[in-house]
Nanobody, 126 residues
Framework: QFQLVESGGGLVQPGESLRLSCAPS????????VAWFRQAPGKEREGLSC????????YYADSVKGRFTISRDNAKNTVYLQLNTLNVEDTGVYYC???????????????????WGRGTQVTVSS
């Protein structure tokens, strides 16, 4: 069964950092675009960042641009999302996804993504 597994979430204070990881089970990510989405309590799932299969194109939502960084290590078959300068509005469940479209308006491509993880909780609170 092909699935993704996220890890690295937790409870942090405003201003702190986390690094989320996403690893697949049963397949390799090397040839797929990958993305991170977030769902805050009571809100719809939103696209945060994505990267094409060759790493040549990345996209960030305005809400995280300059604070979050997506990266991939094909040797480790893992995708990362570095979260810096976290604030309480960043609280939510973070999901990684693979094999979809990557570009401006990532929210519109949510339903295109084929593989999803179950999410990892990030809570930012003082």
């Amino acid at each position: 069964q092909f699935q993704l597994v996220e890890s690295g979430g937790g409870l942090v204070q405003p201003g702190e950092s986390l690094r989320l990881s996403c690893a697949p089970s049963g397949f390799t990510l090397e040839h797929f675009a990958v993305a991170w989405f977030r769902q805050a309590p009571g809100k719809e799932r939103e696209g945060l960042s994505c990267m094409t299969s060759n790493g040549g194109t990345t996209y960030y939502a305005d809400s995280v641009k300059g604070r979050f960084t997506i990266s991939r290590d094909n040797a480790k078959n893992t995708v990362y999302l570095q979260l810096n300068t976290l604030n309480v509005e960043d609280t939510g469940v973070y999901y990684c996804a693979a094999e979809g479209l990557c570009g401006t308006g990532l929210d519109d491509y949510l339903s295109d993504y084929i593989y999803w993880g179950r999410g990892t909780q990030v809570t930012v609170s003082s």
